[in-house]
């Protein structure tokens, strides 16, 4: 029995999406909050249980049977390191043959203010001793391309990355990278650092914008603290806001950058190149 956590989010689903390519609906396990938003999961075949990051009792009861857990990190910043280790403790118990983490990449060098918790969430499976692989996901293309439409609307494009090159690939990639080692009958490595097969700088996202739409976007650089500000400003919370910000001022030092390839290999076919991502969302 395969457990996807998380698997009525936006990452959660597509992993269901490629696991149901891969193996019997009957073998998968969507672990959710709130069961009544994975109906759809359950019309499909998949066996939907209730399972809170808050609740241990909860986790031992969705994780009856289990032989594989795909743990997706909790997107409650600041809380997640005792949530993952409610998990962590959880998929022990159950003796499974493997526990997979959605990490970020290079989280063992990483810079980023966020990979502090994905460190912790990583000594933490280590010290569980239970079988597990690292997908240690690079930024998803999806980060830049929801936020077009504004772009477009205010005719410029900010952020504070420099000419830092992001080597970002599709959520759907990262989705299918996570089933095909959940559903691998073979062993699996520890690590996968999982990145886009070309970056791309931010000067270059809106140059390819401006070319698709005809108009041009420029690409306003700010400092951290400016576009914090700015953040603020279109009203994100601040946690958020602070995250993203120091993401981007990672970024412009390389944190976001990769060029091994490995997400590809894995999935056996090239990820999305910027221009599509683009076309995409427009």
């Known amino acids: 029995m395969i457990i996807v956590t998380g698997a009525s989010g936006q990452l959660g689903r597509l992993v269901i999406a490629e696991l149901l390519k891969r193996v019997p609906a009957e073998q998968i396990v969507a672990a959710v909050r709130d069961p009544g938003k994975a109906a759809d999961l359950a019309d499909q075949g998949v066996l939907v249980r209730h399972a809170d990051y808050n ?53 063992d060098t990483s810079t980023l203010a966020l990979a502090a918790e994905h460190r912790e969430t990583e000594a933490a499976v280590r010290a569980a001793g239970v079988p597990y692989t690292f997908l240690r996901n690079g930024w998803y293309v999806e980060n830049y391309t929801g936020t077009l439409g504004g772009a477009v609307a205010h005719g410029a494009l900010a952020g504070g990355a420099g000419e830092g090159r992001i080597a970002a690939a599709a959520r759907a990639e990262y989705a299918e990278a ?19 097969d070309s970056a791309f700088t931010l000067a270059e996202l809106a140059a390819e914008v401006s070319r698709q739409i005809g108009t041009n976007i420029p690409y306003n650089n700010l400092s951290q603290q400016d576009y914090l500000g700015l953040l603020l400003q279109i009203g994100l919370p601040a946690p958020l806001a602070e995250l993203l910000a120091d993401s981007d001022a990672q970024a412009a030092k390389g944190a976001l950058f990769d060029d091994s390839k490995v997400l590809s290999k894995l999935i056996g076919h090239p990820t999305i190149s910027l221009a599509a991502a683009i076309k995409t969302a427009l």
């Open 178 to 196: 996570a089933a095909v080692v959940l559903a691998s009958e073979g062993v699996v490595e520890q690590v996968y650092e999982l990145a886009g």
């Open 55 to 107: 609740d241990p009792a909860s986790l031992d009861s969705a994780f009856e049977g289990a032989t594989k857990v795909l743990l997706i990190s909790s997107n409650d910043l600041g809380n997640r390191v005792p949530q993952h280790r409610n998990v962590i403790d959880a998929a022990a118990r159950a003796k499974v043959s493997l526990l997979a983490y959605t990490s970020v990449l290079h989280a």
